[in-house]
């Protein structure tokens, strides 16, 4: 059973080391934290790998216990297999509430689909290049190029890192690319639908938890930190602020109650 109070989770942490970059593994365990305790860490790799090498003062570093797997066939790994095994094990014995899911290998959509229907969140965390199809099986799904990378970070760093560096930071998509997004579109204005009042109006932490419950999503992989700022840039939402509190309310009903209250005045 879940914890009802938020980032209290129990969390098994599983990375694919030959999938996944070491110098993000610090942005994604700060993500993780914000969910609760991380008390499961282990990162899966034939470690005899020169590739591999990045890996070590992480793996030191954040506590993460090192899971060895040599390649039996030449050209391919094990260690997919082996997390996989893991995964089950752990989900039947010390249950964690959530799986964080370190790859971006479509081998682990099966393995994300049964986790979550055994009532684990699953929290993953890929390149850009990972499929679509294992980005929208788990719970959430984020781009580890999103994610680190802070403004003092670029600040403080060597001219040519900081370049490196500023390229790696939120890209917003843009107002034209985001519109020509349907799946998007659609996600948004269905989720507003569904939290909306009479005339609209709807709560954007509502609207948020209904996307959630709905779709692997974060406004991050679009580029923008908050999800009230991904509304704005779309351009097909209007916003307003009450206090602390934001709302949203897709323009077409806007522009339908506008177009409707002439036509009911002339009828008083």
Known sequence: MKPEQAGSYRIALLIDADNAPAGKIEA???????????????????????????WE??????????????DYTKGKNASDMAMVIDAMELLYTD???????????????????????????VFGFGQ???????????STFLFVENLGNEPEQLANAEPSL???????????????KLKMDTRLVKLLRGAVQSAADEDG??????????????????????????????????QLFETRRINTVMFVRDVRFGKARAVQKPANASEN
Request: hydrophobic residues 40%; charged residues 20%.
């Open 162 to 176: 900081a370049v490196a560096l500023e390229a790696e930071t939120l890209q917003p998509v843009p107002t034209a």
């Open 201 to 234: 109006w709807a709560i954007l932490g509502s609207v948020g938890t209904h996307i959630s419950n709905q779709a692997s999503f974060d406004p991050r992989n679009y580029g923008y930190e908050k999800l009230g700022a991904l509304f704005e840039a779309t």
């Open 28 to 54: 994604i365990l700060a993500e993780l934290s914000k969910h609760g305790s991380i008390n499961v860490r282990r990162a899966y790799g034939n470690w005899k790998k020169s590739e591999l090498k990045g």
């Open 57 to 70: 003062e992480a793996l030191h570093e954040h506590a993460i216990r090192p899971m060895q797997q040599f």
């Open 95 to 121: 249950r964690p509430h959530a799986f964080g899911i370190v790859s971006s290998d479509a081998d682990f959509t099966p393995l994300v689909m049964h986790l979550k229907s055994k009532g684990a969140d």
């Open 128 to 138: 850009k290049k990972a499929p679509e199809p294992f980005q929208r099986a788990c």
